[in-house]
């Protein structure tokens, strides 16, 4: 059994620590938010996780230090916008050696930072890993069944996490490409906002499959551009986080961008989610990257066009069809 600290009482921190107490850790959440604490202590209910049973074994506190202390594991499960604020106000409690796994997604627009690089900048003593992959909150908190990727620099810290967190209904499997599982876990929630937009303008499984075969192509460029591993992008935490954030009704992004394909502004679509939309904040920094990188992202630029510049959602989709011609794999040689 390990003591293991939540930071972030969202869903999917707390789909994580219902996780972990099943598997017999014994697991203390913490949040910024009081109220979040003071529901979760007193009802062990979370609003957002409807049939979720939450353990009294859990314990909820306001108090960063007292969640920190002795501490086996440390668990980054704080919205993107709020990694690295909450990594700065942990770091002077964490101790040298310390082990901790983002679980969240994101890049961030100013530095272009992905998470786990923004948490080792502001907690440089620790050891940081993460944890990705098509896992939606609402079905790990109620044990179906679940594949993942933890990616570290260390084999021997993967595979200690692995233990951590495997079970009969979570599967883990390990990498070293903690660049590549970010990537993919960040990227993708653009691409599923466009996902959600062509949804919301009434298209069908055709835009669909085309969306998520070309983002996946999208995200290969900038990923491989950057150092990332192709059997990383073409994994579970690339195509498969994909393919269910694009599909899924579960998916924030998917269902921002529905009600963005109907007509609304962004602004309105993330206020009647109601909860963060991570692809909103990474679609800029996921643009900029195209840019230094130089590589090809037109459904990203799309993207970023529609929410940010006015774009019509219809107008956006004529953009991406009515491209310049091309092959669609420009490195296979033709014989004749």
Known sequence: MSKITVLGAGTWGMGIAIL??????EVTVWSAVPKEIDMLSSTHQHINLPGALI????????????ALKEADLIVMAVASVFTRRTARLASPLVREGQIIVNVAKGIEEDTLAVLTQQISE?????????LSGPSHAEEVSRGIPTSVTIAAEN???????????MSPVFRVYTSPDVLGVELGG????????????ADGLGYGDNTKAALITR?????????????ARAETLYGLSGIGDLIVTCASMHSRNRRAGILIGQGKSMDEAMKEVNQVVEGVYSAKAAKALADKYHVEM???????AILFDGMPAREGVINLMTRDKVAENPKIAWKL
Not at 124 to 130: F, I, R, S, T
Not at 186 to 197: D, E, H, M, Q, S
């Open 55 to 66: 353990s009294d074994r859990i314990r909820f506190t306001k108090n960063l230090e007292e």
């Open 122 to 130: 502001e907690i440089p003593q620790a050891e940081v890993c993460v």
């Open 155 to 165: 084999q021997k810290t993967a595979e200690w996490l692995q233990e951590i967190f």
């Open 20 to 25: 972990l107490d099943s598997n017999g850790h």
């Open 298 to 304: 037109p459904i990203v630029k799309v993207v970023n």
């Open 215 to 227: 983002g996946m192509a999208e995200i290969s460029r900038l990923g491989l551009a950057m150092g």
């Open 186 to 197: 960040a990227l993708k929630n653009v691409i599923a906002l466009a996902a959600g937009i």
